[in-house]
């Protein structure tokens, strides 16, 4: 007699909270994403093929509207950006926004960043990765989904170059000292303000309007940046 095989779903960092898809983003993905997309399949990227150029790559995961991806590349053109987004309406508005303002040096996926990485990316590709403000899940019984882990950040790890920096921001202080904690004792990984400390913000980071609101509302904002050893 065979024993039932047990099925463990992944816990996912998000959940997918579509909502409305307005018609200009629903035609922006329609008329967009063939151009700044990427082929969907199980192939590792070939940078230099996907942007046509060999220059540094920086991915920002969880990029949401894509306010700050596209004003970092927009102020960066001499780096490619790859952005990783599951929510399409928000992939939609960055879209436009890259139309609009003929920026050419980003490419977009919309699907889990932990599978993007594990199945696209080649190791030690990247030179930078940024994820602000992702989904802090403050219930206690939620952090186990929250998406910095040490799994995920040995993972990060290995997609790096070495010298690569990571670099983290959220309005969440239990979150924050949370990510201290599990990047000040990873493998591999030099804290760039110091042990146990948290960075200045850095000047590379947009200031996007959710910060903006936050600071008026007098939320505090904490940055990290750890940098690859080896």
Same mark, same amino acid.
């Given at each position: 007699?065979?024993?039932?095989?047990?099925?463990?779903?992944?816990?996912?960092?998000?959940?997918?909270?579509?909502?409305?898809?307005?018609?200009?983003?629903?035609?922006?993905?329609?008329?967009?994403?063939?151009?700044?997309?990427?082929?969907?399949?199980?192939?590792?990227?070939?940078?230099?093929?996907?942007?046509?150029?060999?220059?540094?790559?920086?991915?920002?995961?969880?990029?949401?509207?894509?306010?700050?991806?596209?004003?970092?590349?927009?102020?960066? @053109?001499? !780096?490619?950006?790859?952005?990783?987004?599951?929510?399409? =309406?928000?992939?939609?508005? %960055? /879209? &436009? #926004?890259?139309?609009?303002?003929?920026?050419?040096?980003?490419?977009?996926?919309?699907?889990?960043?932990?599978?993007?990485?594990?199945?696209?990316?080649?190791?030690?590709?990247?030179?930078?990765?940024?994820?602000?403000?992702?989904?802090?899940? @403050?219930? !206690?019984?939620?952090?186990?989904?929250?998406?910095?882990? =040490?799994?995920?950040?040995? %993972? /990060? &790890? #290995?997609?790096?170059?070495?010298?690569?920096?990571?670099?983290?921001?959220?309005?969440?202080?239990?979150?924050?000292?949370?990510?201290?904690?599990?990047?000040?004792?990873?493998?591999?990984?030099?804290?760039?303000?110091?042990?146990?400390?948290?960075?200045?913000?850095?000047?590379?980071?947009?200031?996007?309007?959710?910060?903006?609101?936050?600071?008026? /509302?007098?939320?505090?904002?904490?940055?990290?940046?750890?940098?690859?050893?080896?």
């Amino acid at each position: 007699m065979s024993v039932p095989q047990k099925h463990h779903r992944a816990i996912r960092s998000f959940v997918r909270r579509e909502g409305r898809i307005t018609e200009a983003q629903r035609r922006a993905l329609n008329e967009l994403l063939p151009r700044y997309g990427v082929p969907e399949d199980n192939v590792l990227l070939d940078f230099v093929t996907l942007f046509g150029r060999d220059t540094p790559v920086h991915l920002e995961i969880g990029f949401g509207n894509g306010e700050a991806l596209a004003a970092m590349a927009a102020a960066h @053109p001499q !780096n490619n950006y790859l952005g990783i987004e599951v929510h399409r =309406p928000g992939v939609g508005v %960055l /879209l &436009r #926004r890259l139309s609009a303002d003929s920026i050419a040096n980003v490419r977009v996926i919309s699907a889990d960043a932990k599978d993007v990485l594990e199945q696209r990316i080649p190791d030690g590709a990247l030179d930078a990765v940024s994820i602000f403000f992702p989904d802090p899940w @403050p219930k !206690n019984r939620h952090h186990k989904r929250r998406l910095v882990q =040490p799994v995920f950040i040995e %993972l /990060l &790890r #290995r997609k790096l170059k070495i010298g690569g920096q990571i670099s983290l921001a959220t309005d969440w202080e239990d979150y924050a000292q949370h990510m201290l904690a599990v990047l000040s004792v990873a493998v591999g990984f030099e804290n760039s303000a110091g042990a146990n400390r948290f960075a200045l913000r850095p000047v590379a980071r947009p200031l996007t309007k959710f910060e903006r609101r936050g600071q008026r /509302l007098g939320h505090s904002v904490w940055d990290l940046m750890f940098r690859r050893l080896f």
